[in-house]
């Protein structure tokens, strides 16, 4: 296969894995705009991609590429945030006890019910 038609069909899968997670994004967006649910709709998307997943409807290899991009570069995408935050400091001031309680206490609760989590699946796969 010559090296322009090797690079098309890479390209052609990027562009389909693109696809496929913007869709089911757009469609969690929907319904939570139509639902009107009090949940923002990037989670229902991720919730409703967790199920297609699971369910086989969509297969693994049919996302990896983009999404092992994705976590590579993760940090990247906090850089916009980070700075809106930076720049809105002002807003913050008198609240940082409040804040740095809520972020110690939503990082205590991750961790353990990650640990929680990773605990049952490793016995279940020791006793399998």
């Not at 409040?98 to 006793?127: C, E, H, P, R």
């Amino acid at each position: 296969m010559n090296k322009a038609k090797e690079i098309t069909l890479q390209l052609s899968k990027i562009i389909v894995e693109i696809a496929i997670i913007m869709i089911v994004w757009e469609v969690g967006m929907l319904i939570s705009k139509y639902t009107h649910l009090p949940i923002p709709g990037s989670v229902v998307g991720m919730v409703l991609m967790f199920a297609l997943l699971y369910f086989k409807i969509i297969k693994l290899s049919h996302i990896t590429g983009v999404s092992n991009f994705v976590l590579k570069h993760l940090a990247f995408f906090f850089i916009p945030a980070s700075v809106g935050i930076m720049a809105s400091l002002h807003y913050l001031e008198g609240s940082y006890l409040k804040i740095f309680s809520l972020i110690f206490i939503s990082s205590f609760m991750v961790t353990a019910i990650t640990g929680y989590t990773v605990q049952k699946y490793v016995n279940k796969k020791d006793k399998e």
